[in-house]
Nanobody, 129 residues
Framework: QVQVMESGGGSVQAGGSLRLSCAIS????????MGWFRQAPGKEREGVAA??????????DYVDSVKGRFTISHDNAKNTLYLQMNSLKPEDTAMYYC????????????????????WGQGTQVTISS
């Protein structure tokens, strides 16, 4: 059974940095389709970063609002997904979720929440001005 669990959220001032981690267990395939989403109160869940990785291939993409500020990465040895967030803004305040696609559906990255099979419980990120 695949499980994902986020950690690393918190409260920082605008301009600060946070790094989110997502531990993945029970996943034994050699390719990963994973993403970071966020949801602010009263808003829809938004994909902010996504990654596709397998031997010889590593592709990441970002929503325009976080390009140049956020970096998604995956450590195969630790089976952990990261989201490094720099130059944080108050509008980045949200609950952040890690998600993974099932192995049999993993062929490329996606920002569609409906494409993901496994979700973490979320970690809160609060940015003060």
């Amino acid at each position: 059974q695949v499980q994902v669990m986020e950690s690393g959220g918190g409260s920082v001032q605008a301009g600060g940095s946070l790094r989110l981690s997502c531990a993945i267990s029970g996943y034994t395939y050699n390719a990963y389709c994973m993403g970071w989403f966020r949801q602010a109160p009263g808003k829809e869940r938004e994909g902010v970063a996504a990654i596709y990785t397998r031997v010889g291939t590593y592709v990441a993409d970002y929503v325009d609002s976080v390009k140049g500020r956020f970096t998604i990465s995956h450590d195969n040895a630790k089976n952990t997904l990261y989201l490094q967030m720099n130059s944080l803004k108050p509008e980045d305040t949200a609950m952040y979720y890690c998600a993974a696609k099932a192995a049999y559906t993993c062929s490329w990255y996606t920002f569609r929440a409906a494409d993901y099979n496994y979700w973490g419980q979320g970690t809160q990120v609060t940015i003060s001005s």
